[in-house]
């Protein structure tokens, strides 16, 4: 080979090396690139598909009971504002509904949880919640208080959970075993959350936070809001859980099973055994998780 055609070849190959590089580092940047993205988005949509897993599809509606004052009885408005240096002014009070302080919690814990979850949510009282069964809905309250949860406790796929009479205890429907609260020597509250199919609508479910008394509807909303994702992997289907919550403290509330309750764990929350389900409680009683806070 003459000196002038090694000269070219040797022009030629580094040539080739510059356009073989510079097309290696754009597929390394771009590859870069892509993982960058996915990285960011990967995670959001698998967030997503375990909300829409456990909350179901489209809007969900948190359905908060109402009471009315009833006129007739009070002669004086039963409202009175108190400010912090003493001062009180009676009001006439709301024209339609009020809302409990329990409700006005569980509803912030539902509302914070779902947006951050990029869910499209929205709270209206009971009595317009039942014109909106479309859609997957969160009832605030006992049946007492809030009609929606009286429509879904009594829907056939409620295999899970009941108030007594009164609403004096939370009832385990297989087993009969009973949650009553506010015993001495140390008080406490019950709450139930429970979960079930729109079977009206498939795609959508039916929840119920509602406790025996203020502390546990909002306990059970916390516990709820904050843990939706250990039921989810705990009970695929349709489930009852009962929280224990101490009065005052939402995030106090955890999930108990009755001391009286000596079966295996999953027959009393609905579901069958999975791997990493916690032991059966004994007879004196167990605390499931410890760390579901």
């Excluded at 959970?161 to 009973?178: K, P, V």
């Excluded at 999930?255 to 990493?276: C, K, W």
């Amino acid at each position: 080979m003459e000196p002038a055609d090694f000269g070219k070849w040797w022009n030629n190959l580094n040539g080739l090396d510059v356009a073989l590089s510079f097309i290696i580092n754009m597929i390394a940047a771009l590859s870069a690139f892509l993982l960058g993205v996915f990285f960011r988005v990967i995670p959001h949509s698998w967030r997503s598909f375990r909300a829409r897993q456990f909350w179901g599809v489209g809007d969900i509606l948190v359905c908060h009971g109402t009471l009315q004052l009833n006129r007739a009885v009070f002669q004086v408005s039963p409202f009175v504002k108190i400010f912090r240096d003493g001062t009180a002014v009676r009001l006439n009070g709301p024209s339609e509904n009020v809302m409990g302080d329990s409700e006005i919690r569980s509803s912030n814990y539902l509302v914070g949880a779902l947006s951050r979850c990029g869910r499209c949510v929205s709270a209206e009282p009971d009595n317009k919640g039942l014109a909106q069964l479309d859609r997957t809905i969160v009832a605030l309250g006992s049946p007492s208080s809030n009609e929606v949860t009286r429509l879904v406790l009594s829907e056939p796929l409620n295999r899970f959970l009941e108030f007594g009479q009164d609403g004096a205890f939370i009832c385990d429907m297989e087993t009969g075993a009973r949650f009553s609260g506010f015993r001495p020597p140390i008080r406490k509250d019950y709450g139930m959350i429970l979960r079930i199919p729109n079977d009206r609508f498939p795609g959508r479910f039916f929840f119920v936070c509602a406790g025996l008394g203020d502390w546990g509807t909002s306990g059970a909303s916390w516990f709820l809001s904050s843990n939706w994702n250990y039921l989810r992997s705990m009970y695929p289907g349709g489930f009852g859980v009962v929280v224990e919550v101490d009065i005052g403290s939402d995030q106090s509330a955890r999930l108990v099973t009755p001391e009286s309750l000596d079966d295996a764990h999953g027959r009393l929350f609905g579901g069958a055994s999975l791997p990493g389900d916690p032991p059966p409680p004994s007879a004196t009683g167990t605390v499931w998780p410890p760390d579901a806070r």
